[in-house]
């Protein structure tokens, strides 16, 4: 076996949950940097998802001394020109919380008709293995509805529509929304490399 332990490198609780649940079958240990005292915090300060994702991924690998995943995922809004994008997550400012994203967010588009609201998430993942870094990715396209709903997920999950299932992210259950979610997508193409790697 390459390694049978990596970390991830991210501080954000709910993708630490999220992530976990997406690796879950993995017969790999799953790190969290909160089992690392004096970990850096990695400021994403990249105009890119790719940039931020490989900065998180080679800081966390350098520090720790363990192969390290980390994403970045941003939402692009076609009437916004793909804004947030890279800013997503402090897209009301660098203390954002997600209510205020969101807030921010259906400001931006209110007036804006049903058809003229779409967008995708998309997530980027950097693995750092031994100073090589490589990625992938992935898309999940929906609408940004005019009102928040649903209790679940995080970020922008309560108006990010999926017509598919006539939810938004926000409506569905764990296990409906990694099916078919960005960052599910992403950490399944992610589960690939590994397999390969471990071959």
Same mark, same amino acid.
């Given at each position: @076996? ?7 490198? %991210? ?19 799953i790190a969290?940097?909160?089992?690392f005292p ?34 970045? &995922?941003? *939402? ?10 890279? !800013? ?9 919380? !997600? ?6 967010? *259906? ?10 609201? %779409?967008?995708?998430?998309? &997530? ?31 970020? !922008?999950?309560?108006?990010? !529509? ?9 409506? @569905?259950? *764990? ?12 950490? *399944? ?11």
């Amino acid at each position: @076996m390459l390694f049978d332990k990596i970390v991830l490198a %991210t501080q954000n609780y709910d993708k630490v949950l999220e992530i976990q649940k997406l690796l879950a079958n993995l017969d790999i240990e799953i790190a969290t940097l909160d089992q690392f005292p004096g970990v850096p915090e990695v400021v994403e300060d990249r105009d890119t998802l790719e940039g931020n994702a490989q900065k998180k991924a080679e800081v966390i690998a350098e520090f720790t001394g363990l192969p390290a995943v980390a994403d970045d &995922t941003g *939402l692009e809004v076609d009437f916004l020109n793909g804004a947030p994008g890279v !800013y997503s997550s402090r897209y009301s400012g660098d203390q954002a919380t !997600y209510s205020d994203n969101v807030k921010k967010l *259906l400001s931006e588009l209110e007036g804006v008709p049903w058809e003229k609201r %779409t967008a995708k998430f998309r &997530t980027v993942i950097a693995f750092c293995l031994k100073g090589h870094t490589e990625f992938t990715e992935g898309f999940c396209a929906g609408i940004i509805a005019e009102t928040p709903k649903g209790e679940r997920g995080f970020g !922008y999950d309560p108006v990010f !529509y999926v017509p598919e299932f006539s939810s938004t992210f926000a409506e @569905m259950d *764990l296990e409906l929304k990694n099916k078919i979610s960005h960052r599910g997508k992403a950490f *399944l193409n992610f589960k690939r490399i590994l397999e390969q790697k471990q071959k």
